[in-house]
């Protein structure tokens, strides 16, 4: 009997620190876009500042990033965002078909190619598999 209550109290300590480990990266990914929102604006200031100052010069405007658009994330943080969703819903589904699993999370999204670049990332970081005709999404065992 007190061998199946220490398995439980692993089981919700495992789920514990998961479900923590998800509030950290959440949290980490939005101080990361505050600093990128406070950054535009601080840039966005010296531009002006600059140009205030040097009337008689026009001030070039930098090449707009690849990796952004109009004002939103980062393409880097927007696939960050959709593998931390994904590893949630692996989480609470456990082995998942890859079809399944894309429309699951990319059902409000719009885009496969996005939950395909969080796939890789995942599995870049080693926290997925694949089978190896890569029809089933895992999340690895530890």
């Given amino acids: 009997?007190?061998?199946?209550?220490?398995?439980?109290?692993?089981?919700?300590?495992?789920?514990?620190?998961?479900?923590?480990?998800?509030?950290?990266?959440k949290?980490?990914?939005?101080?990361?876009?505050?600093a990128e929102q406070t950054g535009k604006k601080?840039?966005?200031?010296m531009e002006e500042t600059?140009?205030?100052?040097?009337?008689?010069?026009?001030v070039p405007k930098p090449?707009?990033?690849?990796?952004?658009?109009s004002g939103e994330l980062a393409l880097i943080d927007k696939i960050g965002f959709?593998?931390?969703?994904?590893?949630?819903?692996?989480?609470?589904?456990?082995?998942?078909?890859?079809?399944k699993l894309i429309r699951a999370i990319m059902s409000r999204k719009n885009s496969n190619a996005m939950a395909l670049c969080a796939i890789g990332w995942l599995a870049r970081?080693?926290?997925?598999t694949l089978s190896p005709n890569?029809?089933?999404?895992?999340l690895k065992s530890k």
């Fill in 63 to 69: 090449p707009k990033s690849p990796f952004s658009d």
């Fill in 134 to 138: 890569g029809a089933l999404v895992t």
């Fill in 42 to 45: 601080i840039k966005k200031k």
């Fill in 1 to 25: 009997m007190s061998d199946k209550k220490e398995t439980t109290n692993e089981l919700t300590a495992d789920d514990k620190l998961i479900h923590t480990g998800q509030e950290v990266g």
């Fill in 125 to 128: 970081e080693g926290k997925i």
């Fill in 82 to 99: 959709v593998a931390g969703e994904i590893f949630e819903y692996l989480n609470s589904n456990g082995e998942t078909a890859t079809e």
């Fill in 27 to 34: 949290a980490i990914a939005r101080s990361t876009f505050q």
């Fill in 50 to 58: 600059v140009a205030r100052l040097t009337p008689s010069k026009k």
